[in-house]
């Protein structure tokens, strides 16, 4: 008489499916409790992809499942062999031994929070050096024995540092070397199933393309890395960079998009970290509407938003908006008439030590403005080589 078949035990994807129609979510918020990508999740809910050991240790502890679903993802098949089981045993043992001590990945978040609390003031060498020193000390981190979920948290901490890195790299004229740390944060945040850390990647591409005058290369980062943004920081972010690179494509589309930015801004969280490069505050938006309103031509709306912003600033020592604000400024009072008073912005747009790595480009934009109007004039000419020196000054 033939053994009977054993019962095919179920997938991971249709226990996790079959638990959210039972609990009433979506993938989507399964994928904000996690904090993995919705389009990796999707993937391997329908059985297109093999889930990682951090998505299933993540998505157990989501849905409360007691380790379940992390056995059908560990799991070796039916088998007598004894063996077989205490080989499962002793990797599961592994798997749950560290090296790191009590509290380190908390001692690093911190130490990566700071730095980017620090980006819109610290001189950006500064802030290469301290970011490339935290780098060797995380790096050396992940060369030690983890578990699974240690292992994505520093994977995921150092996504972050290495997106930092790409905007300080090219604050200080290392193209090069900024984009070997968005790559190298594009594909932390893929390995750690983070969403938003690939979304600042793509930003960090549309940021480039818009400095270097690629306006629809900006349109394509931004459009992509929407795909993994979700409502964050980041989808913010994008939304802007797309506004901005329409606004200089001469597409009114732009307002439309800023009117996006702001109903997503609205359903993030208040934060009490404003200073923080990759979260997104109201006066973000207030500053890069200015830009975006003075490259459309809206120069009463953009003048109303660069004020508010040169006045904010020179009270609050944010030294990269201020410089971006009064270049703004500057365009306008050239747009009116007002040779003098715009030169004299774009002047005070160098003042300060931190600078962006987009400044010399808006500054550009300032001259481009001038020429086309008070072609000639000594306070033009002069604007010009002071240009040329802070560009050819560019670290």
């Avoid at 600042?200 to 690629?214: C, H, K, N, P, V």
Wanted: glycine share 10%; net charge negative; with cysteine.
């Amino acid at each position: 008489m033939p053994k009977p078949t054993p019962a095919v035990p179920a997938s991971f994807g249709e226990t996790v499916r079959a638990t959210l129609s039972d609990h009433g979510l979506s993938v989507r918020e399964l994928a904000r409790r996690t904090r993995f990508d919705h389009a990796y999740l999707s993937r391997v809910l329908a059985g297109k992809q093999r889930p990682s050991p951090a998505l299933a240790d993540a998505v157990d502890q989501a849905l409360n499942a007691g380790g379940n679903l992390v056995a059908l993802v560990d799991a070796p098949p039916p088998s007598d062999d004894l063996a077989e089981t205490g080989d499962v045993l002793e990797f599961m043992r592994r798997a749950e031994t560290s090296e790191l001590g009590a509290g380190t990945l908390d001692v690093l978040g911190g130490a990566v929070d700071q730095l980017c609390r620090d980006y819109p003031t610290a001189p950006g060498p500064v802030l290469r050096d301290r970011s490339k020193k935290l780098m060797g000390h995380a790096l050396g981190l992940l060369e030690r024995r983890t578990t699974l979920a240690e292992h994505r948290e520093l994977l995921v901490h150092v996504g972050w540092l290495s997106a930092l890195l790409g905007c300080v790299h090219f604050d200080v004229g290392d193209r090069l070397a900024a984009e070997t740390a968005r790559k190298m944060a594009h594909q932390l945040g893929e390995q750690a199933g983070h969403g938003e850390i690939v979304a600042w990647a793509y930003e960090i591409t549309a940021w480039f393309a818009l400095s270097e005058g690629r306006y629809q290369a900006v349109v394509a980062a931004a459009e992509a890395g929407r795909a993994h943004a979700g409502v964050s920081s980041g989808g913010v972010q994008l939304l802007v960079q797309q506004a901005k690179a329409a606004a200089k494509l001469g597409d009114d589309q732009a307002h439309r998009l800023l009117g996006e930015a702001g109903k997503m801004l609205a359903q993030l969280p208040t934060t009490d970290q404003p200073e923080h490069h990759f979260v997104f505050d109201p006066d973000k938006l207030t500053s890069h509407g200015a830009t975006a309103y003075t490259w459309l031509g809206w120069d009463e709306a953009a003048g109303e938003y660069a004020s508010e912003m040169a006045d904010r600033y020179q009270r609050e020592y944010r030294p990269m908006r201020l410089a971006t604000a009064r270049l703004n400024l500057g365009i306008l009072a050239a747009r009116r008439g007002a040779l003098d008073e715009a030169v004299s912005l774009g002047e005070a747009a160098f003042e300060s030590e931190r600078r962006s790595g987009a400044l010399t480009s808006w500054a550009r934009g300032l001259l481009s403005e001038l020429e086309s109007r008070y072609e000639g004039e000594r306070l033009v000419v002069d604007y010009r080589e002071r240009l040329a020196l802070e560009a050819g000054g560019d670290r």
